[in-house]
């Protein structure tokens, strides 16, 4: 005896519930990704055979970030948004003039070439990371940003979108001399 | 009306479709197996700063992770509220940091990939630079000198 009387549901639209569920699960799913600003530690003292060689006062670019995140910029009181162009001014500006592809003021009391200019920052124990990071960033954004005029001057194109090579050498006219020291208290 | 009748017995049946739910269903529960959330509990609150200029991470596989931050508040009793180090699923001193770069670094299959390692630094935005510092001398002593401070992607503001 055949039960008859119960119709079959429709799994025709099954297929769509599916596809809908699927295409939600492929669109929330964020494959996290990474990003920070990368730095290279240097060797432990010791580690160092020959005394480094005497740094003129001149090529070296100070920022102290004291406790309380108040920023000393060679020197003087600054806010986090004018490090950026007195590093620039700084890197840039190729005080014995042996920089054919600087645009600087060619001031005797700034750094004399980009390759010779050095930042170094120091930060108390008691700056905040977020502090620091930012400084980093403004610090890295100056570089950034001189790069990529250099690179606009030279070949008409973002530095980003040179091939490899072109991109070591633009990177090797203006290095990047970012020296974290050891900390102090300010 | 007979017209249509005498069409329809040419055709040929249509493809079924009752296995396609079978089918999307199995590459829904494939990407559903497949994707991982997160690779460890957090024990510690990580706010990361922004920075706009910030390089992407290419090689996961080659970078080991320190978070910084308070302890969440489940912990506090515990930790005390100062910000503390997370290595892998626990809590962490600073001392610990060289034995867990050493880790990190025999886990690398390739032995010529190994000084490639990168530390990256999770660290909330208020931690203090002191532990940071402490962090990164901890580090040069154990040879891991490719260090990431790791933040959020800002948009640039030029």
Known sequence: ?186 | MSKFKKKKSGDSPGISTASLPDIVFMLLFFFMVTTVMKETDLLVKVQLPKASEVTKIERKDLVGYIYVGKPLEQYTATMGTEARIQLDDAFANVDEIAEYVAKVRDAIPEETERKQLTMSIKGDGEAKMGLITDIKQELRDAQAYKLNYSTLKEEVRY
């Open chain 1, 1 to 186: 005896m055949a039960r008859r009387g119960i119709p079959e549901i429709n799994a025709g639209s099954m297929a769509d519930i599916a596809f809908l569920l699927l295409i939600f699960f492929l669109v929330t799913t964020t494959l996290e990704t990474d990003f920070g600003i990368q730095r290279k530690l240097p060797p432990k003292q010791e580690d160092i055979v020959d005394p480094p060689p005497p740094i003129n006062q001149r090529n070296i670019f100070t920022v102290l970030i004291n406790k309380d995140d108040q920023l000393l910029v060679e020197d003087e009181f600054a806010t986090i948004s004018q490090i950026r162009e007195k590093a620039k001014r700084f890197i840039n500006n190729n005080g014995d003039g042996t920089c054919d592809y600087c645009t600087g003021a060619r001031s005797s009391s700034s750094s004399d070439n980009p390759t010779k200019a050095i930042v170094s920052l120091q930060n108390d124990r008691g700056t905040s990371l977020g502090m620091f990071i930012a400084v980093q960033n403004e610090l890295t954004a100056a570089y950034n940003e001189l790069r990529n005029e250099l690179a606009q001057r030279k070949y008409g194109r973002d530095y980003e979108n040179l091939p490899k090579d072109r991109q070591k050498e633009i990177r090797g006219l203006f290095p990047l001399n970012i020296s974290e020291a050891e900390p102090v208290d300010i």
